[in-house]
């Protein structure tokens, strides 16, 4: 039962923004109940606006590595604000955000800083067509790469959670020069390939995918594109919104050893303000205006207080074994939760790496988005449910991830053990 606070305040809600929201999935439509309304969060605790606690497992999607409100990260904003929010012209933090990216990924050796993550994909789709001069480009099933037009069939993240195929609003002629096939599938790439040969501008996935929950790679798959990719003068694009400084300090790339033309960064680099990027080769790089023909501009871009914050947390991120110990952590954590899993007796598949997961209900393994469509979303929803009762904040949908960050202590970890296990149990006596 809400309070008449949170009630009023959904009301006032849906009267003014739409849906209630400012992204769908936030509206918790596939999993029931009233959305959270948040008044404050500190680590990787968050409290509604009728003063109830949870366990932030959502960390604004991933931006949150360092948990909410990280002293340093706040300090850093706060300076920065009293100097000027925003000045239109460039600052010497954004050189310094530039030089800590590329330090961090050798694959970029330039660096452009945009608004979202949206911004950043859509603007790495441009370059690559217009330094390729082709039109086609190939994503993957289940991917999510933000909402721009390009980006918008057989998507992940809300279009997934919201059974979308495809967005209304997207011109067909516009939607026909995006190829999409099934994740993991090298078949189905090469045969892309062979049909459209030498049109094809970039291949752009996710090297883990997180926006049909959960997916990883399966082994030569990245490895595959790679060379499919080189072989055809195609440029490999890897969307690292969520995984770049979330698996390891190099990203996905680093991880997999593998060296893509263009990377897209969003989330951490920001610090939890709203930051973005795409960088690569120099060579492909330079194709951007005012060096070259392919425009892309931003007010905010580069904004002083999100880079400082970008800064910071790129500072703390760097210290001696934050990933080992975090990775370390999250695994043991991991492994908790497939005991939980087993022990219940419910189909379902935790898929994960490093602090990054998802709990899939569904008797296989996950490979693709056709198979994370096999789950059983209504158990998801009364799963999620169970864990908010016990004070337990996941992504509403079963199409999302959940974020480990290094705000989540021993005992936050060890109380969502416990949650998992008892949700696991009050679900497992409904009917499926
Ligand atoms: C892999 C990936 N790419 C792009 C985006 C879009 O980023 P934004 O929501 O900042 O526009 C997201 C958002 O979740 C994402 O997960």
């Not at 050893?257 to 610090?271: Q, S, V, W």
């Not at 709203?274 to 425009?295: C, D, F, K, S």
């Amino acid at each position: 039962m809400k309070s008449l606070k949170s009630r009023e305040l959904l009301e006032r809600a849906e009267a003014s923004l739409v849906g209630g929201v400012n992204s769908p999935v936030r509206a918790f439509r596939s999993v029931g109940g009233d959305p959270l309304i948040v008044e404050r969060a500190s680590g990787a605790h968050i409290w509604d606006v009728d003063g109830r606690e949870y366990i932030d497992f959502i960390g604004s999607w991933g931006a949150l590595i360092l948990g909410h409100a990280q002293p340093a990260i706040v300090a850093a904003i706060r300076d920065q604000a009293v100097r000027g929010t925003s000045y239109g012209i460039t600052t010497e933090l954004e050189i310094e955000l530039a030089e800590r990216v590329k330090r961090a990924i050798p694959s970029v050796e330039k660096i452009r800083f945009v608004s979202s993550g949206t911004e950043a994909t859509m603007s790495a789709v441009r370059l690559a067509r217009g330094f390729t001069k082709r039109d086609l480009i190939l994503k993957f099933d289940g991917c999510y790469h933000g909402h721009a037009d390009s980006f918008l069939s057989e998507a992940g993240s809300g279009l997934a959670t919201l059974r979308i195929a495809s967005s209304a609003g997207v011109p067909d002629a516009l939607a026909a020069m995006t190829l999409s096939v099934p994740y993991n599938n090298l078949a189905s790439v090469e045969k892309t390939f062979a049909a459209h040969s030498n049109k094809i501008a970039a291949v752009i996935v996710e090297p883990v995918a997180a926006n049909m929950g959960v997916v990883l790679p399966a082994p030569g798959f990245l490895e595959e594109l790679r060379n499919i990719t080189r072989r055809t003068g195609t440029l490999l694009i890897f969307d690292e919104v969520i995984t770049g400084f979330r698996l390891c300090y190099g990203g996905a790339q680093s991880l997999y050893k593998i060296e893509p033309d263009l990377t897209t960064f969003g989330k951490i680099i920001g610090g939890g303000l709203p930051v973005a990027a795409y960088g690569g080769r120099a060579e492909i790089m330079n194709h951007v205006a005012p060096l070259g023909a392919v425009y892309q501009a931003g007010t905010l871009s580069g904004n002083p207080l999100a880079m400082r914050a970008g800064i910071e947390v790129l500072r703390l991120l760097e210290a001696p074994k934050f990933y080992e110990d975090l990775n370390a952590r999250a695994e043991k954590f991991m492994k908790g939760m497939r005991g939980s899993v087993q022990e219940s007796g419910i189909a379902a598949q935790v898929s994960s790496i490093g602090t990054l997961a998802t709990i899939f209900f569904a008797s296989q393994p996950i490979s693709d988005y056709a198979s994370a469509k096999r789950s059983n979303t209504r158990r998801y929803a009364a799963f999620f449910r169970a864990m908010l009762e016990r004070g337990i904040l996941l992504a509403p949908s079963q199409f999302e991830a959940l974020f480990v960050s290094a705000a989540h202590s021993d005992a936050d970890l060890q109380r969502m053990l416990v949650a998992t296990k008892e949700s696991l149990k009050a679900i497992a006596a409904l009917p499926e």
